[in-house]
């Protein structure tokens, strides 16, 4: 037959791939041998007092086979010669999905995140039991907010900003110095009764605290003005590190390392939560349990990271908003059309600040204690991490980061089934920032533009249509 | 220095040059660390009409257009925009002043869409006449007006140049400064935009500052032209009359790109 059809046919150009693929899984595994030979295949041992060494030839035999095995596997499957590559381009299944379910995923995160306490407390049976849980959901939620202020510099401004954890140590301790101020206490008991202070001082210093650290922004923005990218990125870093270190190093004010403990807790707008005859539990007829504080803080970081989106998304369709966007796409562009890039910069650094000095009062009202501990860099990568994962400028993804990596890190405390495999000297929290950078790297490598990668415009004139922002480049300037 | 002119071209609006000069530059030297990228350039636009400047690579033409926005300042000279001195006002506040950039290179938000990018140049006019004026652009630029919710970095080169125009013109500008138009593009775009330019002239009496290296075509659009070599003005005169000249012809129309 001259015809052959394609089914039984191999293509034409067919390339060998069981010799290369062999050939090169062979040179990596001598490549791991050399690499793992010292590194596994030997363990130090004491033996009676002095240093011996012992051999696992088995442990080698395994890791390299490992090595070889996967290496022959990925040769003969992903990326062999033969196989077709992808020439798929445009919005992925991912984003496509974005935009089918975009209007309702919203409602939808909003009603679970509202009713989350309640689901909570009823699978698990009871409010005691559900503690976990909520706590969780608070520090989800921390987080969400602090992606939501950081993604007002980073995502919508352009601003590379390493030391965000600063604003939050600024909210945290405006709050920890204010209401555990002596003279101030005197000064409120005298007008309005011994216990005003206690009561009301997280009300009184919330919105304090955001302006102080809104303050602290346009104070880091000033010098930083002429600067962009790396060079802002550094700068922003050290000033994360300077109000680190002066938190420590100012024993007088801050108190040091040791921090400041028992700061006044969270009240229902001035009804404390405690078993006493004016407390909230007696107030409203309910039988007195410390879940209820940790139940109404949940409602207040989320009205607290619902109000950062609400404002966010606000700003984003003012002329500011607008001019953030602009800025982060091209500067030059920007001051030849009549903005202010000062203005326009400073505000946005004010803006980020100030909701990362609410979420730091939530913080310090949360723990009670507050020390500079709390504000080290690998905070502020965390939230950068959940920005440029959740993909920038994008709020509902900055949320599904910061539920993936604050939930996830959590998950990884409980690998303990690991132990059944690996036995009891396995400790599977070893591996949890394993596990986590493996993941970051996956995320990058498959999704550059982070989880949402699509921008809706803020405005149209006829219809919406999603552009995947994999086909847009990057703004020069 | 022929300075006395009277337009000769029946489709373009005939400037009033009774009174002083709309944008008047004199003597402007501009640095860029220790090397002197203008050397003391005079330029006048007068009111209603196209003047262009040409030049080759690394003239100073994008350097001057930059210096008469305020990035960078010169060192020396002076730039009065209807009398007022503008040399020291900061970028944002020139444009306040309604003059309008087409920078070099395009300089459209990428990741904004067309109708964003539109909105953005209307922000110096508090967007009073934002609907009007986004109809004009479309009248000038159809295909903006198919494209308007795409990204700006999804367009084409020409498209682009559209909607950098488009977006200068969002200000109601005075004065229109556009920095190589043509730049990059089908010489079809390039009739496209021109034909625009003088459109907007004839019809609303814009006044527009055109940097160009296409020397052919922006001359023959052009009421008056300037030569820039080496950050130095050598020529100038009506475009027609400066197209004849054998040194201009030589150095940039290479015996004729007609």
Not at chain 1, 135 to 160: E, K, P, Q, R, S
Not at chain 1, 177 to 192: K, M, Q, R, V
């Amino acid at each position: 037959m001259a015809v052959q059809t394609a089914d039984t046919a191999p293509p034409a150009a067919a390339n060998p791939v069981l010799g290369p693929a062999f050939k090169d899984a062979l040179i990596v595994g001598l490549i791991a041998l050399g690499l793992f030979g010292p590194l596994i295949g030997f363990e130090t041992v004491i033996i009676d007092g002095a240093l011996g060494l012992a051999y696992r030839p088995s442990l080698l035999a395994i890791m390299v086979g490992i090595i070889f095995f996967g290496r022959l596997l990925l040769n003969v499957t992903l990326w062999s010669p033969n196989r077709k590559p992808s020439t798929h381009t445009g919005p992925t299944l991912f984003d496509r999905a974005g935009t089918v379910m975009g209007p309702g995923v919203k409602p939808a995160l909003l009603a679970f995140a509202v009713l989350f306490p309640a689901i909570a407390i009823f699978s698990l049976g009871g409010l005691n039991e559900s503690r976990y849980l909520i706590d969780l959901g608070i520090l989800i939620l921390t987080y969400v907010m602090l992606g939501w202020g950081l993604n007002i510099v980073v995502g919508l401004a352009g601003l590379l900003d390493l030391g965000y954890v600063a604003f939050y140590a600024v909210g945290a301790y405006t709050y920890a110095l204010l209401a555990t101020s002596a003279p101030i206490n005197d000064f409120f008991a005298g007008l309005f009764g011994a216990t005003f202070w206690a009561n009301w001082a997280f009300w009184i210093c919330l919105p304090m605290a955001g302006i102080f650290a809104g303050v602290w922004g346009m104070i880091l923005g000033f010098p930083v003005l002429r600067l962009r990218g790396d060079y802002l990125a550094i700068v922003t870093l050290a000033f994360g590190e300077i109000i680190r270190l002066v938190l420590i190093n100012w024993v007088d004010f801050t108190n040091g390392g040791a921090g400041i403990a028992s700061i006044p807790r969270a009240t229902f707008f001035g009804i404390p939560f405690n078993a006493g005859p004016d407390g909230f539990a007696a107030l409203f007829g309910l039988p007195f349990s410390p879940m209820h504080r940790i139940v109404f803080l949940y409602f207040v970081i989320l009205a607290l990271a619902l109000l950062t989106a609400f404002v966010t998304v606000r700003l984003r369709r003012l002329p500011v908003g607008r001019a953030w966007e602009a800025l982060r796409e091209d500067e030059i562009a920007c001051r030849s059309l009549g903005i202010n890039t000062t203005t326009t910069k400073l505000s946005a650094f004010a803006t980020g600040a100030m909701f990362g000095g609410f979420a730091g009062c939530f913080f310090a009202v949360r723990a009670g204690f507050v020390s500079p501990e709390s504000f080290t860099f690998d905070v502020s990568a965390m939230i950068l991490a959940i920005v440029v994962l959740g993909g920038m400028g994008s709020q509902i993804g900055v949320a599904v980061a910061a539920a993936v990596m604050m939930g996830g890190m959590e998950m990884l405390r409980n690998l303990g089934f690991l132990k059944q495999i690996f036995g009891n000297d396995f400790d599977p929290s070893l591996y949890r920032m394993l596990i986590f950078g493996f993941a970051m790297v996956a995320i990058m490598v498959w999704k550059p533009r982070g989880l949402v990668s699509t921008r809706d415009p803020t405005i149209f004139l006829k219809e919406r249509k999603a552009v995947s922002g994999d086909l847009v480049k990057e703004g020069h300037g | 220095m022929s300075d006395t002119l009277t337009a000769t071209t029946p489709a373009l609006a005939t400037p009033a040059r009774t009174d002083a000069p709309m944008l008047q530059v004199r003597g402007v030297k501009t640095f860029y660390g220790n090397i002197m990228a203008l050397r003391g350039v005079d330029v006048d636009v007068y009111k209603g009409e196209i003047v262009t400047l040409i030049g080759s690579n690394g003239a100073g033409k994008s350097t001057l257009m930059m210096t008469i926005f305020g990035q960078p300042r010169p060192r020396e000279g002076s730039i009065l925009f209807e009398g007022r001195d503008i040399t020291q006002v900061p970028t944002h506040e020139i444009a306040h002043l309604k003059i309008a950039q087409s920078p070099e290179g395009r300089r459209i938000f990428p990741r904004m869409s067309v109708f964003e990018n539109l909105q953005m140049g209307a922000a110096v006019d508090g967007f009073a006449h934002f609907d009007a004026d986004l109809e004009k652009v479309f009248v000038l630029f159809p295909r903006l007006k198919e494209r308007i919710n795409q990204r700006g970095g999804t367009l084409s080169g020409g498209e682009q140049q559209m909607l950098a125009i488009g977006r200068a013109l969002m200000s109601r500008p005075r004065l229109l400064m556009l920095d190589e138009p043509s730049l990059g593009l089908a010489p079809l775009v390039v009739r496209q935009i021109f034909d625009a330019i003088r459109e907007l002239n004839r019809t609303e009496g814009l006044t527009v500052f055109l940097v160009e290296q296409n020397a052919f075509h922006a001359l023959k659009l052009a009421h008056r032209g300037y030569v820039l070599v080496n950050g130095a003005i050598t020529l100038s005169g009506e475009g027609r009359e400066l197209l004849e000249r054998p040194e201009v012809r030589a150095a940039y129309l290479e015996g004729g790109a007609h």
